[in-house]
């Protein structure tokens, strides 16, 4: 298929906020890899791809290019989105399907939106390349998937960085780096999430004391992350179980140890706490304040003491 997987971890995260204190670790990089769709499934059908409708000047040479380096960008208005190793934004059609893929985009549809061929196709830093996966269309090409879903450019953006496809017809929208749609999250209420947005110190008979949020939801260390590089291993899938703690102010940090409490710029466009460089998560499957369910999940998930180390007792 000729699609690249690989990664470099070094490439994957960058650190914002560092305390004076350098973050380090020893140990070395792993993958959370949520299940890919890069099954293969016959394309056909022409689908309504929106009002914005005719040929449209097509972005130079785009039309029949692979994607080469993929590569997350952000957007002020959208956040942040997949592009191409040349900087132009990859859409998804809500009228494909990624289960099993395929392709409902033909004849003057492709012209609007040009086709995206899999070939030499390699996943941005800090995404899951189990995503990238093709799709034989009608005419026998075979056409680039992220989770599942065919890939396109779209002819009116002329120059990189430009999102003149997001939103047309309701049904065409960037990729964000995870394969679902591109979207920046709604600003929270005023006073929403103020629990939340702590960090204290809570007992456990058999654990001891150990991070909790302003919930006094058990926080946890994943042992595939690294300290440094600071990275997270957690992406797709697995933020959805292990959900990101956000930066907390130090001032609403009350007994954690604050050597190498730094916040952790996500490839995903979220931000992350970390503590001791290591960032933190809290766990789907507890669900009220004292609960350690994910303590020692797939012996790589632990709660965290107030140091930052990994509390391994079980």
Not at 66 to 87: F, K, P, R
Not at 176 to 188: E, F, H, V, Y
Not at 198 to 215: S, W
Not at 233 to 241: F, L, R, S
Request: aromatic letters at 8%.
């Amino acid at each position: 298929m000729g699609i690249k997987r690989g990664t470099t971890l070094a490439a994957v995260a960058v650190v914002v906020a560092l305390t004076a204190t350098a973050c380090g670790g020893d140990d070395t990089a792993g993958d959370a890899k949520p299940a890919g769709a890069a099954s293969q499934a016959p394309a056909s059908g022409a689908g309504d791809y929106g009002s914005d409708y005719g040929a449209g000047t097509a972005a130079a040479g785009a039309d029949s290019k692979g994607a080469g380096q993929l590569a997350v960008a952000q957007n002020e208005q959208i956040g942040s989105l997949l592009a191409d190793s040349a900087g132009f934004t990859l859409y998804r059609f809500d009228k494909d399907t990624a289960k099993p893929p395929k392709s409902n985009c033909e004849g003057d549809c492709a012209k609007t939106w040009p086709v995206v061929p899999a070939g030499d196709a390699t996943a941005a830093a800090g995404m899951d390349p189990a995503l990238l996966g093709e799709v034989v269309r009608t005419d026998g090409s075979k056409q680039l998937t992220v989770a599942g879903w065919p890939v396109y450019r779209y002819s009116k953006d002329t120059k990189a960085g430009e999102t003149n496809g997001q939103g047309v017809g309701g049904t065409w929208f960037a990729f964000a780096p995870d394969g679902k749609k591109a979207a920046k999250a709604a600003a929270a209420p005023a006073g929403a999430g103020e629990a939340a947005g702590a960090l204290t110190v809570a007992k456990d008979p058999k654990l001891g004391e150990h991070i909790v949020d302003g919930n006094g939801m058990t926080v946890y260390r994943f042992k595939k992350d690294t300290a440094w590089p600071m990275a997270s291993n957690c992406t797709g899938d697995c933020v959805a179980k292990w959900p990101v703690v956000p930066p907390v102010d130090k001032a609403n940090a009350k007994g954690i140890v604050e050597k190498g409490y730094s916040v952790l710029d996500r490839p995903d466009g979220k931000k992350q706490q970390a503590i001791d460089c290591w960032p933190v998560y809290t766990f789907s499957g507890d669900k009220k304040a004292g609960d350690v369910n994910g303590q020692g999940v797939g012996g790589t998930w632990y709660a965290v003491a107030p140091d930052g180390k990994l509390i391994t007792t079980s």
